[in-house]
Nanobody, 127 residues
């Protein structure tokens, strides 16, 4: 069964940076748009960022624009999320996601239409 495995989470002070990675195993995600969602305690899972299969199109939720950058290396079956200038409100479990649909749909439709989820990695930002 296809797996998405996240890494790179941890504890960081406000203003710091982290880089999340998501490696796809058991199958290739050729043609799939990839993205990141997050879920804070007591809140619903929300869209963070998405990237198209070629990597030419990227999407971000407004609260992370200018601070987060999504990228992918298809040869390595890996998608990254570079997170800079982190804020306490960024604290959440971050989930990698893959969809056979378009990246824009991931940004618009949210959790619906996601074909694969990772287990999540915890990001904690202290003030």
């Amino acid at each position: 069964q296809a797996q998405l495995v996240e890494s790179g989470g941890g504890l960081v002070q406000a203003g710091g940076s982290l880089r999340l990675s998501c490696v796809a195993s058991q199958r290739t995600f050729s043609g799939y748009a990839m993205g990141w969602f997050r879920q804070a305690p007591g809140k619903e899972r929300e869209f963070v960022s998405a990237i198209s299969w070629p990597g030419s199109a990227t999407y971000y939720t407004d609260s992370v624009k200018g601070r987060f950058t999504i990228s992918r290396d298809n040869a390595k079956n890996t998608v990254y999320l570079q997170m800079n200038n982190l804020k306490p409100e960024d604290t959440a479990v971050y989930y990698c996601a893959a969809t056979s649909s378009f990246a824009r749909r991931m940004a618009v439709a949210g959790v619906s239409g996601i074909n694969y989820w990772g287990e999540g990695t915890l990001v904690t930002v202290s003030s």
